[in-house]
């Protein structure tokens, strides 16, 4: 009924606003804005695809740098790398959250793409563990942009497409963060795996069957090019991710602000543009004293901090998944794992990310419709439980029946945090009015990036313990995959009443 209503005000416009024209331009035109929402995809997926691409050859770059003096110890200092990023992100993240609430969502953009173009191509140039550490460190603190990008894709559209917005940005992010790693599985360590094209010799000295073949040739054996992926294995899938960031970064040109420049609007006059700018209703939702809800601290806005702490879990237990099952799949078997390669485990990943699309696209739209997002979140959390409790004993099967099985296990637990994660992106950003969405997006980055920082340190670390534990109580990644197990179970606990504060209606 609340949707149908007339404005009790007529809505101002301002001239020389961003946001006003972005407003002015919705509500000309109702439909879904499919050029913006596309931007913001390819934005996504750019600020996405380095985070994880580093894990599938993460044992190997460990391995590598010879920091490890035994192999039990090589998941204890990968844990270190892939905490790095993540520490960055959460000491500044808030800071770039403030940033776009005051000057835009658009700087803070353009200065996290090319963040990922400078730091991902050094790291993948890395030539000692600590040049790994600070690079990987660097990336996080400079690149700020998933928080004002969840609230862009939020602002940008009318309030029926809104949630599709929402979803884009998690989709982009839960695809990067599948297919980065398969990136990094296929092409890390290119002069061993594809030696009749990265080669240290001339590309012309090469047997070419067809011009097809001579031409591809070409472009890839420049010689340079062939050089670097000799001495630097690990460059080639940094490279491509940030050539990509390169393409992306043009983009950033038709993007339209949206952020307001007319402070008071949105400070005193909250009853007209704020219920108009709502996102599934969320101002209205937030109960009676919406003016004054809007103006109190962030940090005493339950609905919204409650969401966040129950994210932070399972984002930690994401994390801490990303970088045990590669580490697991390239262990040798008397350790427990399955003996891949990082060519193997980037398939696997390559193919959850296939899937990971499809079901984003044409499965969880009309399943959260259904269901809500919050039931959805608590469905996929019970399921997720034996999934990973059944993982462990993937290690008595063998050839095809194994990598069937293994590729079926990787897509079904994608598919099922990516299902969580997004049911909780939707109620933070219901909890909160527009003008703080920034800011509520970077406090809620920082403390899942906090937690995501702890994750693969302590899962390494734990990784590299369980592996010389000899013991007839859940012995070796046994243990590894019940601790998973037990921090699922907690994010699970979190998403039920009285903890978790939302509204009943669309969840």
Same mark, same amino acid.
């Given at each position: ?52 691409? %580093?894990?599938?050859? $993460?044992?190997?770059?460990?391995? @590598?740098?010879?920091?490890? +003096?035994? &192999?039990?110890? #090589? =998941? ?14 959460? %000491?500044?993240?808030? $800071?770039?959250?403030?940033?776009a @609430?005051?000057?835009?969502? +658009?700087? &803070?953009?353009? #200065? =996290? ?68 790693p ?13 030696p ?34 000799c ?14 960031a ?7 040109y ?24 709502s ?16 103006n ?17 879990v ?136 906090l ?42 606990l ?14």
């Amino acid at each position: 009924m609340a949707e149908n209503r007339e404005p009790l005000l007529k809505r101002v416009y301002h001239d020389d606003c961003p946001g006003c024209e972005v407003d002015q331009r919705k509500e000309a035109n109702r439909g879904m804005p499919y050029k913006v929402f596309i931007h913001v995809w390819l934005v996504t997926l750019c600020a996405a695809l380095p985070i994880s691409s %580093l894990f599938p050859f $993460l044992y190997f770059m460990i391995r @590598d740098l010879h920091v490890a +003096k035994r &192999v039990e110890d #090589i =998941g204890f200092y990968a844990g270190f790398v892939g905490s790095s990023f993540m520490l960055g992100r959460a %000491l500044t993240s808030v $800071l770039w959250g403030i940033v776009a @609430d005051r000057y835009g969502r +658009k700087p &803070v953009i353009v #200065i =996290g793409i090319v963040t990922v173009v400078i730091f991902n191509t050094l790291f993948g140039l890395s030539t000692s563990y600590w040049m790994a550490i600070v690079t990987r460190f660097l990336l996080g603190c400079l690149n700020g942009l998933l928080g004002p990008i969840k609230a862009y894709s939020v602002e940008v559209a009318p309030k029926e497409y809104q949630a599709v917005g929402i979803s884009l940005v998690t989709t982009a992010w839960g695809i990067g963060l599948v297919i980065g790693p398969s990136l990094g599985g296929i092409l890390a360590q290119p002069a061993e795996k594809y030696p009749n094209i990265f080669l240290e010799t001339p590309f012309w000295k090469v047997e070419m069957p067809h011009i097809i073949s001579f031409i591809y040739l070409l472009y890839l054996q420049i010689h340079i090019i062939s050089k670097l992926n000799c001495r630097f294995p690990y460059f080639l899938p940094c490279l491509c991710i940030s050539l990509f960031a390169v393409a992306v970064l043009p983009s950033c040109y038709w993007l339209p602000e949206t952020l307001h420049n007319h402070r008071e609007i949105q400070t005193e006059n909250l009853t007209t543009e704020a219920l108009e700018a709502s996102f599934h209703g969320s101002e209205e939702k937030l109960g009676e004293g919406n003016d004054a809800a809007s103006n109190k601290s962030l940090f005493t806005n339950w609905p919204l901090m409650s969401s966040i702490i129950a994210y932070c879990v399972f984002s930690l237990h994401d994390m801490a998944y990303s970088e045990i099952f590669p580490l697991w799949c390239e262990s040798d078997g008397k350790y427990g794992g399955l003996g891949f390669s990082s060519q193997d485990v980037g398939w696997v990943l390559a193919l959850s990310g296939f899937c990971l699309l499809l079901f984003q696209l044409l499965i969880y739209p009309p399943v959260e419709k259904l269901f809500g997002c919050v039931n959805l979140s608590r469905a996929a959390s019970v399921l997720s439980i034996p999934l990973i409790a059944s993982f462990p004993f993937l290690t008595a099967l063998s050839g095809f029946e194994l990598t069937l099985t293994v590729n079926c296990a990787s897509v079904l637990k994608n598919i099922l945090s990516v299902a969580i994660i997004t049911g909780l992106f939707i109620l933070q950003n219901n909890a909160v009015l527009q003008h703080q969405r920034g800011a509520a997006n970077g406090i809620s980055m920082s403390a899942q990036s906090l937690f995501k920082a702890v994750g693969p340190a302590t899962a390494g670390a734990i990784f590299s313990w369980a592996q010389k534990r000899h013991s007839s109580f859940l012995p070796g990644n046994h243990m590894v995959f019940f601790i998973l197990n037990v921090v699922e179970f907690v994010g699970l606990l979190m998403t039920f009443k009285p903890f978790l504060a939302y509204s009943t209606e669309g969840t």
